[in-house]
Nanobody, 118 residues
Framework: VQLVESGGGEVQPGGSLRLSCAAS????????VNWYRQVPGKERELVAF????????NYADSVKGRFIISKDNVKNTAYLQMNNLQPEDTAIYYC????????????WGKGILVTVSS
């Protein structure tokens, strides 16, 4: 099983990026997908999740109205559309997938850097 994030990089404040999380070796439809972020020296923060099955979504207050999480179960890929990015969004972003029924089945990507700077 492998999760690979892509789409990170550097952007100016107010800009947008779309992160992708491509999964192999699992059926994404059976997994809740979470996007976390972490700034060095700080705890990892849950940014958004989309549940397996009913695909209910939820967001951290800090990104609500700016970020959109989605999942393509055919392509086995999850996305995080990030709009109106601000310097405080600068972090390493991680994709995490948890099976809806078997909590032992949890997987992480290696993370991707997003830098918001003028």
């Amino acid at each position: 099983v492998q999760l690979v994030e892509s789409g990170g990089g550097e952007v100016q404040p107010g800009g947008s990026l779309r992160l992708s999380c491509a999964a192999s070796g699992l059926m994404f439809s059976r997994y809740t997908v979470n996007w976390y972020r972490q700034v060095p020296g700080k705890e990892r923060e849950l940014v958004a999740f989309i549940m397996g099955g009913d695909e209910i979504t939820n967001y951290a207050d800090s990104v609500k109205g700016r970020f959109i999480i989605s999942k393509d179960n055919v392509k086995n890929t999850a996305y995080l559309q990030m709009n109106n990015l601000q310097p405080e969004d600068t972090a390493i972003y991680y994709c995490n997938a948890n099976h809806v029924s078997y909590s032992i089945l949890t997987y992480w990507g290696k993370g991707i850097l997003v830098t918001v700077s003028s």
